[in-house]
């Protein structure tokens, strides 16, 4: 039977440390041997794309490390379980269109796609600097990640929108990747920078690029918050995704934001959140370990 799904090792099962990659599911056929020795890959992304049921009832997965396809076999199911996908993140996130909530927000159709248990932690007006239930802090503070194996990071617009300082941005997000890696180092973080939204111009009161318009007061563009957070990212060699090599097809000119939002400004709509779940689904595809 073909299957589709993201597994890693269960770290809590006592015969995972004696547990074996088999070159047939394990009491099938004589002919059966180990290959590699599952506790080589805890914490790898394993990609499962056939299952076997033997005579005793015992189900086997055939699966390859993603991150080196030639380790391969089989693996009973037991020592596995599904992957599980943390998506941390504003109003994008949890799925607003404008005008009312998604049908299919990104964070499930990345789960679905990759074949990863998802849980969507979006805040509508979530930001990296704040001390509200809606903010990174909190979010990660009150979230265990013991039993998760990916996590994005989607903050930004919001800091942009509240005038707040990018450098307090910058020591934020840095504390909480901290935080996060020093408590839960098996957790692979992916960064997502924002997407391009549209301010309007105060003096000719026409909608502009957020992404080269300072707004409000502030003497910043969105793209200089974008550089700050792809800055700290980089220093700890998280692997991001810049909307900005995207931004050429899902927002082509201008006016395609009359379409591409349903507010025609800001927040995606379900066509344009199945887009970027694409996206995004290929990125984690090519990147997870």
Sequence with gaps: MSVSERLTVKTSASSAKTAAFW??????????????????YTYKSLIATKEATLKSGLKYYYVKVA??????????????????????????TKGWTGVS????????QVGDTLGMTSTNLGQNNGKVVGDSSLDLTYNIDNHSFKNDDVVTIAYGVNDYFHDQDLS??????STEISNLKSKYP????VGVLPLNCYVKDA?????????ITPYSTHAYTLDDLRDIEASVYKSYSIKTLDWR????????????????????????TQ???????????????????
């Excluded at 290959?35 to 080589?40: A, E, G």
């Excluded at 307090?168 to 997000?173: E, F, N, P």
């Excluded at 098996?186 to 973080?189: D, E, G, K, S, T």
């Design 23 to 40: 070159s047939y599911p394990y009491g099938s056929n004589a002919a059966a041997k180990k290959t590699h020795w599952l506790k080589n």
């Design 67 to 92: 991150s080196k396809p030639s380790v391969k076999g089989w693996i009973y199911s037991g020592n596995l379980r599904q992957m599980s996908y943390v998506a941390l993140g504003d109003s994008i």
């Design 101 to 108: 909530y998604a049908t299919n927000p990104y964070p499930a």
């Design 168 to 173: 307090d941005v910058k020591q934020t997000l």
């Design 186 to 189: 098996h957790l692979q973080i």
């Design 203 to 211: 003096n000719s009161g026409l909608y502009v690029s957020a992404a």
């Design 245 to 268: 090599d995207y931004e050429g097809q899902l927002i082509p000119t201008t006016d395609s934001r009359k379409t591409v939002f349903g507010d025609e400004r800001l927040h995606p």
């Design 271 to 289: 066509k344009t959140y199945t887009a970027m779940s694409g996206i995004l689904s290929n990125f984690l595809a090519d990147n997870l370990k």
